[in-house]
Structure formats: C-alpha cells, structure tokens
C-alpha cells in the first residue's frame, strides 16, 4: 500500500496586480481518495466483528454522543485502535488582560492525536508522488519509502496561543481550508455555506473532484436536492489551502461515494 500524491504545476501570483505574469510552480497535495459512508464502516465493522449491523450501529451510535459530550466537556477522548480527540482553539495573545476577550479567539478547532501504533504504520508506508505539468500531462513519478510524522499535539499546542505579544497578533499558518456547514443528513433539500478567512476568495466543486482556481467561485449559499460531497480551497495572495471536504446525504440515497457491497 502507498499514499498517493499528485505534484500540479501552477500558476501562483502574489499581487492582485493584473500585470503580473506570476510564476508557476509545483504544488503538492494528497488524493482524494472515495469517501466510505458511515453504513459502509458499520457493514464491514459488522462482518469483522460477527455482530449484526444493527447492534453495530447502536454502538456505533452510542460511541459518538459518548464522545462529543465529553469532548465539548474538555477531554481528550480515546478512540479505538486510532488515538484521541479533543476540542480546541486558536486564538491571539496579549499583553494586559484587560485586553482579554472572546474576540481574541480566531477559531474553534477538533485535534487528532494519533496513537504511537498508528503513527508508525503511517511512517512505514511509502509515498508515491505522480507529476502533472500545466497542460495536465503526468511527466514524472517519485517514490520514496518511509518518514517521519508531524506531532499533530506538539503544532497545535504552539499554534493555539499565537501571536505578537499585542491585541494584533498573527496567525502562524498560511491560509486556512475554507469551513463548509449545513445539515450532513437532509430529507427534501438543504442549503451549504462556504466560509474562508477574511480576504481570500473561496472556490468549489460539487462533482467530488478537487477545486482550483477555475473552480465555481463561492458567493451565495448552495441549494442541494441530492447527495453531493462539496469540496472548496481558499485563495489568498496567491496561495492556496488545502482542500476541505463535506458530503450532505439526501435520505433515502447512498451517502458519499460508497466503494460498493
């Protein structure tokens, strides 16, 4: 097995300046891969286990409002054979606590913390990198075997508190993935919101394959009547985040891209 990525040459400009040429570059991402819906985790889940599917749904059921709640209650919560999860923020620092506010906070964000178990499969698994030129023509391949894996707890503890030491702090990433929001599970339709960080321009695609800049530009809230999984990047001073990714399933319908019996 093998994590694929696709290296994209692109063209990347860094003013809004209309005369500038930008420069093209090689930007990479992982694939896509078919999102499992969640009665395609609770079948195969049900078959490993030799339990029905609908107890394997109960608990399945049970788990999640087990988690959230104690979860939104300030712990990190395990997660069978994968690690932990806990609730967290980014926010800006300050001098004075008179300056101390709810407005500090930027964004309220879910952690993973991996298991040591799963952090080391993930580093033995080689990573296979497919080049496309501007043209959209694979002109490379690049294999490599195994690596090192970000301490997701180490970068988010220094990202939480960032800042300059005044009520203007800075963020340490580059640009944020765009929040996509609506109701998961719709009966006749639902609408989708799409919000990026302050400035950028936020692009989307509904048809499951990645945005970029020539995707559908957001400005209005989407109507959906079917199943659709909605993808979106935002673009800021020539850069790009990563893609976020959100499938609203019509009841009735197969959720996501469901890989099959």
Same mark, same amino acid.
């Given at each position: 097995?093998?994590?694929?990525?696709?290296?994209?040459?692109?063209?990347?400009?860094?003013?809004?300046?209309?005369?500038?040429?930008?420069?093209?570059?090689?930007?990479?991402?992982?694939?896509?891969?078919?999102?499992?819906?969640?009665?395609?985790?609770?079948?195969?889940?049900?078959?490993?286990?030799?339990?029905?599917?609908?107890?394997?749904?109960?608990?399945?059921?049970?788990?999640?409002?087990?988690?959230?709640?104690?979860?939104?209650?300030?712990?990190?919560?395990?997660?069978?054979?994968?690690?932990?999860?806990?609730?967290?923020?980014?926010?800006?620092?300050?001098?004075?606590?008179?300056?101390?506010?709810?407005?500090?906070?930027?964004?309220?964000?879910?952690?993973?913390?991996?298991?040591?178990?799963?952090?080391?499969?993930?580093?033995? @698994?080689?990573?296979? *990198?497919?080049?496309? +030129?501007?043209?959209?023509? /694979? #002109?490379?391949?690049? $294999?490599? =075997?195994?690596?090192?894996?970000?301490?997701?707890?180490?970068?988010?503890?220094?990202?939480?508190?960032?800042?300059?030491?005044?009520?203007?702090?800075?963020?340490?990433?580059?640009?944020?993935?765009?929040?996509?929001?609506?109701?998961?599970?719709?009966?006749?339709?639902?609408?989708?919101?799409?919000?990026?960080?302050?400035?950028?321009?936020?692009?989307?695609?509904?048809?499951?394959?990645?945005?970029?800049?020539?995707?559908?530009?957001?400005?209005?809230?989407?109507?959906?009547?079917?199943?659709? @999984?909605?993808?979106? *990047?935002?673009?800021? +001073?020539?850069?790009?985040? /990563? #893609?976020?990714?959100? $499938?609203? =399933?019509?009841?009735?319908?197969?959720?996501?891209?469901?890989?099959?019996?």
């Amino acid at each position: 097995m093998a994590l694929k990525v696709k290296a994209v040459e692109r063209l990347l400009k860094f003013t809004k300046d209309e005369n500038d040429p930008g420069v093209y570059r090689y930007m990479m991402k992982p694939e896509m891969y078919s999102t499992l819906s969640q009665s395609k985790v609770i079948r195969e889940a049900a078959l490993r286990s030799g339990v029905s599917q609908g107890v394997m749904k109960a608990c399945w059921d049970a788990a999640g409002e087990v988690i959230k709640a104690w979860a939104t209650e300030g712990h990190a919560v395990a997660l069978p054979g994968l690690g932990s999860m806990r609730f967290g923020l980014r926010s800006k620092s300050v001098e004075k606590v008179e300056d101390v506010k709810t407005g500090l906070i930027k964004s309220r964000r879910i952690i993973f913390t991996p298991s040591v178990d799963l952090k080391d499969e993930l580093a033995a @698994t080689s990573i296979m *990198i497919t080049c496309y +030129d501007r043209n959209g023509n /694979e #002109v490379k391949r690049v $294999t490599s =075997t195994s690596g090192e894996v970000e301490d997701n707890e180490e970068n988010e503890n220094e990202n939480e508190n960032s800042g300059s030491g005044s009520s203007t702090g800075s963020e340490t990433e580059n640009v944020m993935a765009p929040e996509i929001s609506g109701t998961s599970l719709f009966t006749d339709s639902t609408q989708v919101t799409i919000q990026g960080p302050q400035g950028a321009e936020v692009r989307y695609t509904t048809d499951g394959s990645d945005p970029n800049a020539e995707s559908t530009l957001y400005s209005e809230a989407i109507t959906l009547s079917a199943t659709t @999984t909605i993808k979106a *990047i935002a673009i800021l +001073d020539g850069e790009t985040s /990563e #893609v976020a990714s959100k $499938t609203f =399933t019509k009841s009735g319908e197969s959720g996501g891209f469901d890989l099959g019996n």
